[in-house]
């Protein structure tokens, strides 16, 4: 009994926790590092500063820029905060610019990380949390709405990642977080939903309940992901079988496997032989079997990538042993 | 006279025509089949069908999302219409996922096929009439942008084409809605010519007459395409007349062809013959005359292209020669 | 004094211009040309001209859409001014169109180009002022949203460059304006700064002599970068006084230096010969140092990008040979 009380009590604690300063800190140095641990970043960040501003603070700030465009807010309305733009745009500086790379080092620092993502994580919580009951404000019976923005507020820098790149001059349309989600803007669907139920009445459970036990699961998960270095989330077996359930009904025919063209696709290493390309393409497939006339086409786009590779990997070597 | 009194009757009860659920769903269906039938949109409803989804409600619901966006209005507003949503989510699943392909079979022979085109159509007047009086509503006299969101209401999916492949990882920059126009966009631009006019009393027309007569055009001209296979519109001669008076003013100099290069930037077969491509490149002409400057700036471009193309068929096969 | 009093004169005569239709025609005029001097411009003009209406009204009223879509008002308000837009499709009109293309080779005309651009950078006084107090009437103590506004209004239809490009069929994700800004972006952010400054009663200096100084200095600099044809802008120095003081306090490493691979991935004359390209991946740099982990990649990257080059170059020597 003592124990639910005092679990009462730390969800009530939790609940009422104030994001800014510390916790807003935490979220926007564990995005500074992840925009700067991706390729080319410095580079931005040498040559023009700005771009990597910009690009930053659609890092911390994606989420409500992105909300306020689906619910025809102005989406410079963070810049209007401009104790926390100030905030970010330190943190910023201090990631990328600060002697000896100080920040950065102690930032990427394991220890220093766990705490830091862990942080992040509890602020995710609450931008869910505001993004449904902010959506439920217009929208007052729009479930799938409240789901919509609250998604759209906790995981906005990841779903806007094309634009984002864009600012930095990468384009990679072949990839999104729609089309292959990452762990976070999984698991920020799954607490939109949780909310959402929740706000409209149809999960038994007080808000401040859910808000503890979800931000609990998110640090728990997130941790226990860093350490173990998996990138098995927890949530695989259930998607899987979901999956399973709803879109795998389609009887499989058994001879056509489709293709991993995807990794032919990828900028080789221009040194791995022929053979082992060929063979890449002709026998290896993901086990997810498709109707008959992709499997085809697939093949035959396939066949025609080997052949691309084939020849740029030959002449590619005839010039290294020219060159020696 | 009797004739008349009974087109009266037929176009007051057309114009009072309930689009929920039967005509909604036949556009769902309709644009869910179109979807289905895009290259790789197979592979990405196997992969990753939320991708799949989110894209079949772009197709769905892009005019109200793309009208919402320049009207500043919640681009989400269609998700809270949670009955239209389930309308179109059902049919996104039967279409991809229903077991032996019954629904998309069934959707795919030509009778019902004609069928749901011709109900897509019909609501598509009502979509087209629906944002000129939304636009109407906000800017009194603003013809244009009763035109501009009318015409985006009716044909949103297709001129937010671009951003809706990329939902499914496809990026085809070189190629736009407003750059090749197809049929339907066209017509749903005329019918929000032709609406707004008549709202704004400047056709000598009543309402229900011009939905009447523009519904029977659009159902008309669908179904003859259709059934004739033509990709030629009715349109074609009135747009080629009005292009030559309008656009077509300078004098054309007699010795400079615009080159067609595009056909050369396309992935081209791998096996076509060198000379073929030379000579494509040295004499084929779309027979637009272009002044003298781009000539020369075209035909250098073309050099180029022609070149590379060169170098690469020739290699393509030297290494298919190797590999026999 | 008697100057002083004339200046005073001088200055609130300025602001007290009005912008339509004088200054508004050529801003127009200024911006089509511009556009219709973008490579492949003119031949989107022969074969879409609706893509290349819609191009040049982005180009125009670029800062409009910007700025409404920032500040979540309609996107599509700029159609609502039919005056503007009749004029700036007008202007489209004759210098796309106009038979012996009289209309752009006037424009084009050294004296003529002149005025017209100083035309054009008086009016952008006047947008930057407008959307710094439009920002204004929302965001009271907003100084970073008015900043933001005021300089999407000014300098607009270069920030939002990428997707206009888009429009006509060109894509160039390599590239923006935030990565790298053209003279009149910065200047235009510059003026947002000083204006939103002034409005918030941060700078000793009336509103009239405040657009007074900066339309002058605009059009001085404007003038003389054409004569000159000089691209060092009057601010280089103070940009790279800021740049060495906030963003190179990263202790320099001697050994390594930034490869200059963006010359190298530029489509490149097909016939530069190939010890030329090998000796300007191997030693030619920037001056900017970076530290070592990027060094190393950069020169990885460099080196893959230099064989792949000499590939391209030797293969291509030997087709040309081939065909002579």
């Known amino acids: 009994m003592e124990v639910l009380l005092r679990l009462e009590a730390l969800s009530r604690a939790v609940s009422a926790l104030p994001m800014f300063p510390l916790f807003d800190a935490a979220h926007y140095v564990a995005s500074t590092v992840a925009l700067r641990e991706q390729p080319g970043a410095v580079g931005v960040a040498r040559h023009s500063p700005f771009a990597c501003w910009f690009s930053a603070m659609l890092h911390c700030f994606g989420g409500a820029v992105l909300?306020?465009?689906?619910?025809?807010?102005?989406?410079?309305a963070p810049l209007s905060?401009?104790?926390?733009?100030?905030?970010?745009?330190?943190?910023?500086?201090?990631?990328?610019?600060?002697?000896?790379?100080?920040?950065?080092?102690?930032a990427a620092f394991l220890p220093i990380r766990l705490v830091l993502s862990s942080m992040k994580e509890v602020s995710r919580t609450w931008k869910v949390l505001g993004g449904v009951t902010q959506a439920r404000s217009q929208y007052k019976d729009g479930l799938l709405v409240m789901v919509a923005v609250g998604?759209?507020?906790?995981?906005?820098?990841?779903?806007?990642?094309?634009?984002?790149?864009?600012?930095?001059?990468?384009?990679?349309?072949?990839?999104?977080?729609?089309?292959?989600?990452?762990?976070?803007?999984?698991?920020?669907?799954?607490?939109?939903?949780?909310?959402?139920?929740?706000?409209?009445?149809?999960?038994?459970?007080?808000?401040?309940?859910?808000?503890?036990?979800?931000?609990?699961?998110?640090?728990?998960?997130?941790?226990?992901?860093?350490?173990?270095?998996?990138?098995?989330?927890?949530?695989?077996?259930?998607?899987?079988?979901?999956?399973?359930?709803?879109?795998?009904?389609?009887?499989?025919?058994?001879t056509c496997t489709m293709q991993t063209c995807d990794q032919l696709s990828e900028p080789g290493n221009p040194t791995r032989s022929t053979s082992e390309n060929s063979s890449t393409a002709g026998s290896v497939g993901l086990g997810s079997k498709v109707n008959s006339s992709d499997c085809v086409e697939t093949q035959e786009h396939c066949l025609a990538k080997t052949e691309e590779i084939l020849a740029q990997s030959t002449e590619h070597r005839t010039h290294l042993q020219k060159r020696k």
């Open 67 to 76: 909300s306020g465009l689906m619910l025809a807010q102005p989406s410079v």
């Open 81 to 106: 905060n401009t104790g926390s733009v100030l905030l970010a745009s330190l943190v910023w500086y201090l990631v990328f610019y600060c002697p000896l790379d100080l920040v950065y080092r102690c």
């Open 151 to 254: 998604w759209a507020r906790g995981a906005g820098s990841g779903l806007i990642g094309n634009f984002e790149q864009l600012v930095r001059g990468v384009w990679k349309p072949e990839t999104n977080e729609l089309l292959k989600m990452s762990y976070p803007t999984k698991v920020t669907l799954m607490g939109a939903v949780l909310f959402t139920l929740q706000q409209a009445g149809r999960l038994p459970i007080e808000e401040h309940h859910l808000v503890f036990v979800y931000t609990v699961f998110l640090v728990y998960s997130k941790v226990w992901m860093m350490l173990t270095g998996s990138a098995s989330s927890p949530l695989a077996p259930l998607e899987a079988a979901m999956y399973r359930v709803f879109f795998a009904l389609q009887p499989q025919e058994p």
